[in-house]
Each structure stands twice: as structure tokens, then as C-alpha cells.
């Protein structure tokens, strides 16, 4: 049995990994956060245009839960991981970082606003989603994996043989916050 989660900021790249993964592991199945939330009526507390949507994280949890006696392998992706999981039966929490240059550019493509696009890069700046996944699952479930320069595959690998090592899990080697203060742009990324 695999319990495999991917994780990290919005448009780093976990479902398009996710796929890759599944399919390396034999088809495991794909449990989408985010599906399950816009699938659901009761997981969706309130929408609105401004900040998306508010979930109902209690009964998040309990749908997640459900789906998760219904399968044998599963590779679970979203960036709402860290808050709607528990770390009980948990193999690994698979943290994806990416440049918050390349970022930019994938949000502009998504055609994200200036104030979205701002929240999301200083998010992965300050590492957010790779502290609260530490928080909710504990040091030795987590590791982050730097995909900038990565295609699918090769990502896809990194994340499989860290799964099958039960050695000690890696964190703290990325430092996007150095790179924007080295090339000037923290002030301009963080808004301070
Ligand atoms: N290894 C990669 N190299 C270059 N581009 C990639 C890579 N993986 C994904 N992308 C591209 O980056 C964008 C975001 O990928 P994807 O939708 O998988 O991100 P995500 O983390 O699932 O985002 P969200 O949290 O918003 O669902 C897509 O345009 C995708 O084609
Ligand atoms: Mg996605």
C-alpha cells in the first residue's frame, strides 16, 4: 500500500508530476484536493470573486478519508494538503518548489491578477506550504524537491526513489529568498 502526497504552491507543477508518478507506480490512483472540494457542496463553505473559495476543512478531511479506504495506491495532490491531512498512514509528503522567476511566468500565462500573482510568489518565497506540511506531518514524512530546471520524468523519478528510501528525508536546502535578494527583487517580490 502507497500513500503518496504532492504538495506545493499553486502552478508549481503536482498534477502534471502526479500523472508521471501514477503511472511509474503501476497506475496508483489520483486523489485531487481540489476535485474533491468542487465536486462536493458541504466541503465549500463560501465563494467569492475576490478570494476564491473558503473550504469546509472538517468535512474535506472526512471526504479525503473516504476515498482513501477505497484504494490501494494513491498519489494525493493539491496545495490544500497540509490542511485538509493528518499525518496517520502518510509514506510521503512530496513538496514541489520552483523559482518564483519561473513562477511569474506560469501565473502570467494563467493570466492571475497582479495582487494573486504577488501573494503566490512571496508564498513560495517564504516557503509556506513546505512549513505547514512540516507542521501537519512531521519532519520525517517531509521533503521538498527543487523542479525549476526538471522535466516531468526526471521529477517524477525523484520523488520514486525517495519514496522507496526510508533514509533520512531532506529540507532547508532551498532558498528562493537569497536568490531575489541577490538579484534586487526581494522589495519588489515581498513588498516591504
Ligand atoms: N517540469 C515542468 N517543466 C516545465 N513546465 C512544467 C513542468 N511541470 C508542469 N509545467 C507547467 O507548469 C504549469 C503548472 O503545472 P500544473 O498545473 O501541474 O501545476 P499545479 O502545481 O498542479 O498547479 P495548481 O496548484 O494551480 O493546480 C503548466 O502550464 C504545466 O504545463
Ligand atoms: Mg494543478
Known sequence: MIRLVITGN??????????FVSEKLGRAKIIDINSIVLNNKEAVLSRNALNGIEINVKKTHKLLLEELKKAKDVVIVGHLAPYVLGPTGIDLVAVLRRSPYQLGKIFLQRKYTPVKI???????????????????????????????????????DDVISKLHK???????????????????????????
Open 166 to 192: 526510508k533514509s533520512k528525508k531532506q529540507i532547508g536546502s532551498i532558498d528562493w529568498l537569497s536568490l531575489v535578494y541577490e538579484k534586487g527583487d526581494a522589495q519588489r517580490f515581498l513588498e516591504y
Open 10 to 19: 499553486p502552478g508549481v507543477g503536482k498534477h502534471t508530476c502526479a500523472k
Open 118 to 156: 504577488r501573494e503566490n510568489i512571496a508564498s513560495e518565497i517564504l516557503g509556506i506550504t513546505l512549513y505547514d506540511s512540516l507542521e501537519t506531518f512531521g519532519r520525517e514524512r517531509v521533503v521538498e524537491f527543487d523542479v525549476t530546471e526538471k522535466t516531468s520524468k526526471e521529477i517524477a
